[in-house]
T-cell receptor, first 112, second 113 residues
Framework: QKEVEQNSGPLSVPEGAIASLNCTYS??????FFWYRQYSGKSPELIMS????GDKEDGRFTAQLNKASQYVSLLIRDSQPSDSATYLC????????????FGRGTSLIVHP | NAGVTQTPKFQVLKTGQSMTLQCAQD?????MYWYRQDPGMGLRLIYY???????DKGEVPNGYNVSRLNKREFSLRLESAAPSQTSVYFC????????????FGSGTRLTVV
């Protein structure tokens, strides 16, 4: 059974700090990795995708992937109260059913 | 560009009633999906359609049926609603069977009493 694990949180950080969100996965053939942001009462929104080992930066967001250790992380620099949301990690394998596996999400609270 | 449109946004049903949730996408995506999201359970896949003309069961298909009406539209039907189907339902679509991520609709909040 493919599993994607996230700490449910809440992770509380002060405004301006770096928020670090982590995700581990069990399926070694996973190829594509995604981070979604979900505000309370809203639908998930894709904010980052990463496909190869290393870092990928997009504005204040950096996704980090380490396939050998089977983890993917999301760093949010200069965190803002508007970043307060639940962040979902999703892992996708090429081949097979083509259906990604979602983690249950980490709640992030950025306090002023 | 509307993306993925779901209707209705809210619905209250009595036990045993039926209803259809509608979903349409305008991004020319091949694949479409129905998820439910419950507190503490995360997103659970109900059914998906990898391409027009095909549908497959996901993790929690019991009590639901789907129809891929055409490339744009994918509907979810509850034939006899039960309180256990109280949930938030999301439709999503993707290119290449999800390899580049999903675009989600805004959701339907369903309550079965």
């Amino acid at each position: 059974q493919k599993e994607v694990e996230q700490n449910s949180g809440p992770l509380s950080v002060p405004e301006g700090a770096i928020a670090s969100l982590n995700c581990t996965y069990s399926d070694r053939v996973s190829q594509s990795f995604f981070w979604y942001r979900q505000y309370s009462g809203k639908s998930p929104e894709l904010i980052m995708s990463i496909y190869s080992n290393g870092d990928k930066e997009d504005g204040r967001f950096t996704a980090q992937l380490n396939k050998a250790s089977q983890y993917v992380s999301l760093l949010i620099r200069d965190s803002q109260p508007s970043d307060s949301a639940t962040y979902l990690c999703a892992v996708h394998a090429s081949g097979g059913s083509y259906i990604p596996t979602f983690g249950r999400g980490t709640s992030l609270i950025v306090h002023p | 560009n509307a993306g993925v449109t779901q209707t209705p946004k809210f619905q209250v049903l009595k036990t045993g009633q039926s209803m259809t949730l509608q979903c349409a996408q305008d991004m020319n995506h091949n694949s479409m999906y129905w998820y439910r999201q419950d507190p503490g359970m995360g997103l659970r896949l109900i059914y998906y359609s990898a391409s027009e003309g095909t549908t497959d069961k996901g993790e929690v298909p019991n009590g639901y049926n789907v129809s891929r009406l055409n490339k744009r539209e994918f509907s979810l039907r509850l034939e006899s609603a039960a309180p256990s189907q109280t949930s938030v339902y999301f439709c999503a679509s993707s290119e290449d069977r999800g390899a580049y991520g999903y675009t989600f609709g805004s959701g339907t909040r369903l309550t079965v009493v």
